[in-house]
């Protein structure tokens, strides 16, 4: 069945490549979007400021290595996801997070950002920079109604 929607995608135009390690495509992309996209939608920056900015750019790689060490404490081989090809070779343009904030549309924290951390709280991973930077998201996208405070709140909660 994957065989024949892949021959649909790509018979649309749309790539659709085999993927060896779904696990590993996962986190590959999530740790794009909990580091770089969280980074955008704080600065309303492109993702070539990553690139550009010493400052922000270590910043987005240790958001990635906190995302990588909760990918490995998961068990997901984490050896393909190179965080500083995501930081150094980024599209030139807003990611969907940010195009969200910009546009009024409810901002997808929870998924990219409270479940990884609350797995890290599960595993013990330690995540200060992703934490921080959670909650100054949180904070944006309640301020424009744009996200529920709840989630802060249990977030909160689950890291003492």
């Given at each position: 069945r ?15 490549p085999?993927i ?12 794009l979007?909990i ?11 492109r993702?070539t400021?990553l ?5 922000l750019?270590?910043l987005c790689?240790?958001?990635a ?7 490995a404490?998961?068990g997901?081989?984490?050896?393909e996801?190179?965080?500083?090809r ?5 599209p030139?343009?807003l990611?969907s997070?940010?195009?969200?904030f ?7 924290l929870d998924?990219?950002?409270f ?8 595993l013990g ?12 998201a949180a904070?944006?996208g309640?301020?424009r109604g744009?996200?529920a405070?709840?989630?802060v709140?249990?977030?909160a909660r689950?890291?003492?």
């Open positions: 994957l065989d024949a929607i892949r021959h649909e995608l790509e018979a649309a135009g749309i790539e659709s085999p060896a390690n779904i696990r590993q495509a996962i986190w590959g992309k999530l740790t979007n580091s770089s996209s969280m980074l955008s939608l704080l600065t309303g920056h993702l400021i690139r550009d900015d010493v400052m750019g270590e790689m240790q958001a290595a906190e995302s990588i060490a909760i990918a404490a998961l997901v081989d984490t050896s996801i190179d965080a500083e995501l930081r150094t070779m980024p030139p343009h990611p997070m940010r195009q969200d910009d546009n009024g549309k409810p901002l997808e998924a990219i950002v479940a990884p951390l609350a797995l890290a709280r599960a991973v330690a995540t200060p920079v992703l934490d921080t930077l959670a909650v100054l904070r944006i309640q301020d744009l996200y405070p709840r989630s709140a249990d977030f689950n890291r003492r």
